[in-house]
């Protein structure tokens, strides 16, 4: 008795120790920072002394002679419980922090990142967690805090690798961390701003021109504001203008270049940039005309970027690093006073804004060398129009990599922390603004509406600013509900019905009427490639663009984009006759795409070796993964791995089986849906009532197959074909296995994934029950309805399984054999990104127009993270960094070979008279090429020859020149 009662105890404590070591829930932790703001002490408990011994002392017993110390608070249970269970640290003290689990690379520096978070927070929200205990006295020392980062930084700044692979991230850091006695004035200016707008709402258009154009004027501005509306200001908003007033004399006094002479003086290190710094400290003056000091500052910028890890002292890397923040202060507030006059003046300013970007982190050396020849300045008297749209893209695409680059780098930690405190969604933006993005961003928007102008390329986007910014992806029209999600996507239910405008899109989409993104993903991805494929229009636009249509959130809008990227986007009301008449019965009436059923042979009851099958099996024995991949095994044997093939015939014979619960077989009970959805149809019940009751069905019907019992003669054949075909038994050999149905790659539906791949299956009983899902997969929400939109015969949809041994690729991605928006049918347009499943399902991926003889990079990555695929099955995820590109020129050149190899072998090969472009998965381990997929490139006819679409397309003359002393 006494054995089960300790038994019993223990299980209690182990219980109650499980229970206690949970997260802590968003309701809980939003109400823990409540109870925080309210606390006189916030989240710090008691003013201790901390001891180099070990020990802690009362605050009136410091540290025994010879051992030293430092004074700060100590935390409450409540917070070191949040750093435990959470990964969550608020208001750190860094003299409390161990640096190197602070700079915490295994978890991609997340504590430093929350740590500028909780900055800015407290910036924006009157001290946020700290609102009552930021006047805790002695809870923080300010030396000691310093002290803390120049050792910090000492230790970090040693690091080559840490330094080239993070200069933004560091680089950044050192506005926030404490080791100088800096300050981030700018993100200062723009919280009190923020302040007084919630306070005062007249304020809200002052705040806005601070906030997105922001000069010396605003002091004026401020001043004026304040004395007309005197007598409506209560003392506290009065306060806060003076407190603003005093921020922005601050932040738009004129730098002091005696100090920073001084400081680049101060460096016991000589490399070349420092004589370069104490030229331009002697020849530059601030009154120096912005048109030239920021050439100067940017080249200053790029060449302490290059030349920091030539110093060896991490001191001088600390100090240069703190000169280029400085010489950045200077750039952004110079660069409202560059107003150029004419083009040549205007490309000057976007060519060295774009330049700074590469010298402040924001894009990478190497993606700047790419690109600097397309922005350099001309010599010459006039330009292309042509040339001109390629400068206009080029720099357009710098604004977004920099933005990119600072989503890339805190997304993850923004979003954690929008959870439970929403302000912190402000924070990406607030870097962006305090960068040199901002007055790029401006210069680019003044030379896209001179490229407009010219080309005839008019976007008309409800009377928004900055609609130069916009630009068509896929040509397009729809009407609908405007539907605008500034957050996160993936928990929104979209309909067929609207058109979304998200922040980013979401990777498994179901049907919409059109969609807009600020970040596009890449051109290649699932949902790109179905938008392209059904003629949805799809564009993309800025983050102010967002801001400014969520005006017309629920309102009936049109949307159209042209074969040539103009955008429309109206009210419905302020529709023209043409317009509407697009949407007349007769116009609208779709066409819908019948799956082939007439050949599909059901009675091939075993599993195929994928050497025995070729593009003819396709829709007959398996889906096109399969019987394409087969077709490339025999055309390419050294880079394509070995395959099983579940052929359509066992799926169909699995599905005659008794269904459990039902008086029916599985088949029986999936036709039976369908035939009462008609009859329902037929007597008058609304269509969302039909779905609903499908989907219903469906779900039910997952359940099952999911439970489904396989036939002991078909796992004893898999086990066989295991061996013959992969050397290896069954729970060995880590495989994918991906859904191959015959509704797949026809001629006007690619049906790009919406059904299930499975990663890197090892154990044979997840390889069993994988299989099961794959078969499942079909009859998601997601894969029906899209079905439901384009098929004529949704119904008849059967999967095959293609069973393929894992390759743990260095890098993936997807190669269309033809220019996509840019280049030429013969180009080839490819996106790849950082281990397996690249580019497919919308990372932000290297993508290039690779042409005979040169490649042009169009994006490079920012997707943070990656899967690699271990031997013991599953997916392992990895962080990267972006300081080197994703392919090389060994790579180019395969891609070349292989596309030219497809373009000529797979007509010849397969007799067909398919003449279009290819889309290929494919993937490089050690640089050697492997294909997985290939498929038509399948895009929407009807939209590319659509009349309406044709007649908003400009019609310009690409050859005509434009003089470059053109005035603005």
Not at 168 to 185: A, V
Not at 352 to 379: D, N, Q, R
Request: aromatic share 8%; hydrophobic share 40%.
């Amino acid at each position: 008795m006494q054995k089960i009662l300790r038994f019993a105890l223990v299980l209690s404590l182990l219980t109650a120790i499980t229970t206690s070591a949970q997260e802590y829930s968003t309701a809980s932790i939003e109400k823990t920072i409540n109870e925080f703001k309210n606390d006189a002490r916030g989240p710090y408990l008691r003013i201790r002394w901390f001891c180099e011994d070990g020990t802690m002392r009362e605050p009136k017993d410091p540290c025994p002679d010879g051992v030293d110390g430092v004074q700060h608070a100590s935390y409450k249970e409540i917070t070191k419980n949040l750093a435990e269970r959470n990964q969550l640290y608020f208001a750190e003290i860094l003299a409390a922090a161990d640096p190197k689990k602070f700079w915490d690379a295994s978890n991609n520096h997340s504590r430093l990142k929350q740590y500028q978070l909780g900055k800015y927070l407290q910036s924006v929200d009157d001290g946020w967690i700290l609102q009552r205990a930021q006047y805790y006295r002695g809870a923080i020392q300010s030396e000691d805090e310093e002290a803390w980062g120049i050792d910090f930084y000492k230790n970090l700044l040693k690091q080559d690798d840490a330094v080239e692979a993070n200069y933004y991230l560091i680089r950044q850091s050192l506005k926030d961390i404490p080791h100088s006695g800096d300050d981030n004035i700018a993100q200062r200016m723009r919280s009190e701003s923020k302040v007084i707008a919630e306070l005062f709402p007249k304020f809200m258009d002052a705040r806005v021109k601070i906030h997105g154009q922001p000069d010396v004027s605003d002091i004026a501005l401020v001043q004026q504001f304040q004395q007309k509306y005197q007598d409506q200001l209560t003392p506290k908003i009065n306060t806060e203008f003076d407190n603003l007033l005093v921020t922005l004399n601050e932040y738009y006094a004129p730098i002091n270049l005696q100090s920073l002479k001084n400081q680049i003086s101060s460096l016991k290190s000589e490399p070349e940039v420092k004589k370069q710094l104490l030229q331009f400290t002697t020849t530059i003056t601030n009154d120096t005309p912005a048109e030239k000091i920021i050439p100067e500052i940017s080249d200053l910028l790029c060449n302490i970027r290059t030349q920091i890890t030539q110093i060896k002292r991490p001191e001088d890397r600390l100090t240069i690093l703190d000169i280029s923040l400085k010489l950045e202060e200077m750039l952004l507030k110079k660069a409202p006073s560059w107003e150029p006059k004419d083009l040549r003046g205007l490309l000057d300013k976007v060519y060295h804004l774009s330049y700074a970007t590469a010298g402040t982190g924001l894009t990478e050396v190497w993606e700047w060398e790419e690109i600097a020849a397309t922005l350099a300045p001309i010599k010459y008297t006039n330009v292309s129009l042509a040339e001109l749209n390629t400068m206009l893209n080029t720099s357009r695409n710098v604004v977004q990599w920099s933005a990119a680059m600072v989503k890339a780098t805190y997304d993850s930690d923004v979003e954690k922390y929008t959870a439970f405190e929403p302000l912190a969604a402000g924070f990406i933006d607030d870097r962006v603004r305090s960068s040199v993005a901002l007055p790029l961003g401006k210069a680019v928007s003044e030379l896209g509406d001179l490229v407009s102008q010219k080309y005839n390329l008019e976007n008309k986007v409800m009377r928004i600013e900055n609609q130069s910014a916009i630009h068509g992806l896929n040509p397009g029209y729809a009407m609908g509900e405007l539907v605008v999600v500034p957050g996160n996507p993936d928990a929104v239910e979209v309909s067929s019905k609207k058109i979304y405008i998200f922040k980013r899109p979401p990777s498994d989409l179901k049907p919409v009427a059109g969609i807009a993104t600020v970040d596009e993903g890449n051109l290649v991805s699932h949902v790109q490639l179905l938008a392209r494929n059904l003629g949805i229009p799809n564009a993309a636009l800025i983050d102010s663009n967002l801001e400014a249509l969520q005006e017309f959130n629920g309102k009936e809008v049109f949307y159209a984009v042209s074969n040539k990227g103009t955008v429309i986007l109206k009210l419905a009301e302020d529709m023209s006759k043409e317009e509407k008449q697009l949407f007349s019965q007769e116009e609208r009436k779709q066409t819908k795409i019948a799956v082939p059923v007439e050949k599909i042979r059901l009675d091939l009851k075993n599993i195929l070796n994928m050497r025995d099958i070729d593009a003819s099996a396709s829709g007959k024995l398996a889906g096109p993964k399969a019987a394409n991949l087969g077709e490339l095994k025999k055309m390419f044997p050294e880079h394509v791995v070995e395959g099983l093939v579940i052929p359509f015939g066992i799926f169909r014979d699995h599905m005659n089986l008794p269904m459990p619960g039902q008086s029916v077989s599985y088949w029986e009970f999936l036709t039976d849906m369908f035939a009462s959805a008609e009859k329902q149809r037929a007597s008058g019940t609304s269509e969302s009532q039909v779905e609903a009751f499908q989907l219903k069905q469906l779900a039910t019907l997952r359940t099952a197959i999911a439970e489904m019992k396989l036939k002991p003669s078909f796992i004893t054949e898999l086990r066989n074909s295991f061996v013959t075909n992969f050397g290896k038994p069954i729970g060995q050999t880590p495989v994918f296995l991906r859904s191959d149905t015959n509704m797949e790659d026809l001629k006007e539906f690619t049906g790009a994934g919406l059904n299930l791949t499975l990663f890197n299956v090892v154990e044979e009983q997840k390889i069993l029950d994988g299989i099961k899902s794959v078969w499942a997969s079909p009859y998601t929400e997601r894969s029906f309805k899209w079905r439901q939109v384009y098929l004529s015969n949704p119904e008849n949809v059967f999967p095959s399984i293609l069973v393929i041994p894992s390759v743990d690729v260095d890098y993936s991605g997807v190669m269309i054999t033809k220019g996509i928006n840019e280049g030429v049918d013969k180009d080839l347009t490819v996106a790849f990104s950082r281990g397996a499943g690249g580019a497919v399902d919308g990372q932000a991926a290297e993508t290039r127009l690779v042409t005979d003889k040169d490649n042009r990079l169009l994006a490079p990555a920012r997707q943070p993270d990656y899967i690699r695929l271990p031997s013991s099955g599953a997916t392992k995820k990895y962080m990267t960094t972006f300081e080197n590109p994703i392919l090389n020129s060994q790579n180019i050149e395969s891609l070349r070979e292989v596309a030219n190899e497809i373009r000529s072998k797979i007509p010849q090969e397969t007799g067909s008279d398919y003449v279009g472009a290819y889309d290929v998965e494919l993937g490089f381990q050690d640089n050697k090429l492997w294909l997985f997929q290939i498929r038509p490139f399948v895009e929407n006819k009807n939209a590319l020859s659509n009349g309406y679409l044709d007649s908003i397309s400009p019609k310009t003359n690409e050859e005509a020149f434009i003089d470059l002393d053109t005035q603005l």
